[in-house]
């Protein structure tokens, strides 16, 4: 292949500004606040899990609180009706009476009984409560800290992205000055290697830091000016300039 050496020349610039293109990518995907996302997105995800469970559990307690506190409330009902009925000496029977009074004693054990139910049901449903509010009190702080670091990461992509598309318009100006199937070259080996052509510089390719063999020096030397040549270690385009040391 035959190209202009001004128009091979250009490979370098077209080079050095897909390296900036490589680099400007690599800290789109690398920005440090991706990861942190990641993982308060994860953290966020465990916490909204524990708040429904936690939510569950202070439900549950709550109607088990209402049914309890309904039993006493039937309980003492019963044993304020008893009661009335003692205290007002329609039993005469001292059967009755024996009976009645069984019952009452009874039945105010079973309200002591099921009065214990209840506050320990409130002591339970007291700690539920704040579990509640303490994971969600978490997630807020989570969900705050989450914000932020999308907050960071969408105005760094801007600034990248900004970049990002200068370096792409320069590099569409330099693309326009090389031949087509020079440029065609260029970007199969750049796919290959990722880089497409560097510069023979002291008789050393820069694309991977080999020093060319004598033969090899003197069979560039031996090219014409606007003959492509190649990198016989790495295959990378050697651009030449009077820096090459032919």
């Given at each position: 292949?035959?190209?202009?050496?001004?128009?091979?020349?250009?490979?370098?610039?077209?080079?050095?500004?897909?390296?900036?293109?490589?680099?400007?990518?690599?800290?789109?995907?690398?920005?440090?606040?991706?990861?942190?996302?990641?993982?308060?997105?994860?953290?966020?995800?465990?916490?909204?899990?524990?708040?429904?469970?936690?939510?569950?559990?202070?439900?549950?307690?709550?109607?088990?609180?209402?049914?309890?506190?309904?039993?006493?409330?039937?309980?003492?009902?019963?044993?304020?009706?008893?009661?009335?009925?003692?205290?007002?000496?329609?039993?005469?029977?001292?059967?009755?009476?024996?009976?009645?009074?069984?019952?009452?004693?009874?039945?105010?054990?079973?309200?002591?009984?099921?009065?214990?139910?209840?506050?320990?049901?409130?002591?339970?449903?007291?700690?539920?409560?704040?579990?509640?509010?303490?994971?969600?009190?978490?997630?807020?702080?989570?969900?705050?800290?989450?914000?932020?670091?999308?907050?960071?990461?969408?105005a760094a992509f801007a600034e990248i992205d900004k970049e990002g598309g200068e370096l792409t318009g320069r590099r569409?100006?330099?693309?326009?000055?090389?031949?087509?199937?020079?440029?065609?070259?260029?970007?199969?080996?750049?796919?290959?290697?990722?880089?497409?052509?560097?510069?023979?510089?002291?008789?050393?390719c820069l694309g991977c830091r080999t020093s060319l063999s004598i033969a090899d020096l003197n069979r560039?030397?031996?090219?014409?000016?606007?003959?492509?040549?190649?990198?016989?270690?790495?295959?990378?385009?050697?651009?030449?300039?009077?820096?090459?040391?032919?």
């Amino acid at each position: 292949m035959k190209a202009a050496p001004e128009a091979q020349k250009r490979l370098l610039d077209l080079a050095e500004l897909d390296t900036s293109l490589d680099r400007v990518r690599h800290r789109r995907r690398t920005l440090p606040d991706l990861a942190e996302i990641d993982e308060l997105s994860k953290r966020l995800a465990r916490l909204a899990t524990q708040v429904i469970a936690a939510e569950t559990e202070a439900g549950d307690l709550a109607r088990d609180q209402a049914k309890a506190e309904s039993d006493v409330d039937a309980v003492r009902v019963r044993v304020d009706r008893d009661t009335k009925r003692l205290d007002s000496g329609q039993v005469s029977s001292p059967k009755d009476l024996a009976s009645l009074q069984s019952e009452i004693t009874s039945l105010r054990r079973r309200q002591s009984d099921l009065e214990e139910v209840v506050l320990e049901i409130m002591e339970r449903r007291e700690a539920a409560d704040a579990q509640v509010e303490s994971l969600r009190s978490e997630r807020d702080k989570v969900t705050g800290t989450l914000r932020a670091a999308e907050e960071r990461r969408d105005a760094a992509f801007a600034e990248i992205d900004k970049e990002g598309g200068e370096l792409t318009g320069r590099r569409t100006t330099v693309s326009a000055d090389i031949p087509a199937d020079l440029l065609a070259l260029y970007e199969k080996l750049r796919e290959q290697s990722g880089v497409g052509a560097a510069m023979l510089h002291g008789g050393r390719c820069l694309g991977c830091r080999t020093s060319l063999s004598i033969a090899d020096l003197n069979r560039i030397r031996a090219a014409a000016h606007d003959e492509v040549v190649r990198c016989e270690e790495c295959r990378r385009i050697l651009v030449r300039t009077a820096e090459s040391g032919l």
